[in-house]
T-cell receptor
Framework: DAGVIQSPRHEVTEMGQEVTLRCKPI?????LFWYRQTMMRGLELLIY????????DSGMPEDRFSAKMPNASFSTLKIQPSEPRDSAVYFC?????????????FGPGTRLTVT | RKEVEQDPGPFNVPEGATVAFNCTYS??????FFWYRQDCRKEPKLLMS???SGNEDGRFTAQLNRASQYISLLIRDSKLSDSATYLC????????????????FGQGTILTVHP
């Protein structure tokens, strides 16, 4: 398996622009997670899906952030409009749960810089 | 209070040293426990799960104390390749024992092993 795939790997954009991050989870996994990592705040869970349905979006910073999962093999995280404080590494992860929490497999991340 | 707390370090140790990391968690309903490793500018990856009876994987030993809500990781005979950030991770279920896919990550402990 190719693992979790994220694109783009790097994104540099200007303040006010729309940014779309993409994720393809591991085939067969039924959970998908979006995280944001900064030096100051560490790894923060933004939102997660189970069987394509958003379960908990309490970590989404504000209305500028939105996430969708139209099918089991694709998810997007959109920031509109972007701001410099959104600069971070955004990770997508997926897992297959049976009972208690299991290992999450992370993608390589998208390094976002908003100028 | 953070849900998962770790000493951020950094820990700087010579090759061959033994080093221990500690972690505390605040939610007594926590179900599963893990240590993840994150190399510089890479994604987090599972190092090992942590079981109530304690468990060992080569040079790595993990311990869990549910009464104290405390988790530890011991690394023996440190190698240069052990240099990384070590993340304490907890799966928080509900009071009824239902476990969710969501994991909560500590801020991480930075380890540098030098020659």
């Amino acid at each position: 398996d190719a693992g979790v795939i994220q694109s783009p790997r790097h994104e540099v954009t200007e303040m006010g622009q729309e940014v779309t991050l993409r994720c393809k989870p591991i085939s067969g996994h039924d959970y998908l997670f979006w995280y944001r990592q900064t030096m100051m705040r560490g790894l923060e869970l933004l939102i997660y899906f189970n069987n394509n349905v958003p379960i908990d979006d309490s970590g989404m910073p504000e209305d500028r952030f939105s996430a969708k999962m139209p099918n089991a093999s694709f998810s997007t995280l959109k920031i509109q409009p972007s701001e410099p404080r959104d600069s971070a590494v955004y990770f997508c992860a997926s897992s297959f749960i049976l009972g208690t929490g299991k290992e999450q497999y992370f993608g390589p991340g998208t390094r976002l810089t908003v100028t | 209070r953070k849900e998962v707390e770790q000493d951020p370090g950094p820990f700087n140790v010579p090759e061959g040293a033994t080093v221990a990391f500690n972690c505390t968690y605040s939610n007594s309903a926590s179900q599963s426990f893990f240590w993840y490793r994150q190399d510089c500018r890479k994604e987090p990856k599972l190092l090992m799960s942590v079981y109530s009876s304690g468990n060992e994987d080569g040079r790595f030993t993990a311990q869990l104390n549910r009464a104290s809500q405390y988790i530890s990781l011991l690394i023996r005979d440190s190698k240069l390749s052990d240099s990384a950030t070590y993340l304490c991770v907890v799966n928080i279920g509900d009071a009824g024992g239902t476990s969710y896919g969501k994991l909560t990550f500590g801020q991480g402990t930075i380890l540098t092993v030098h020659p």
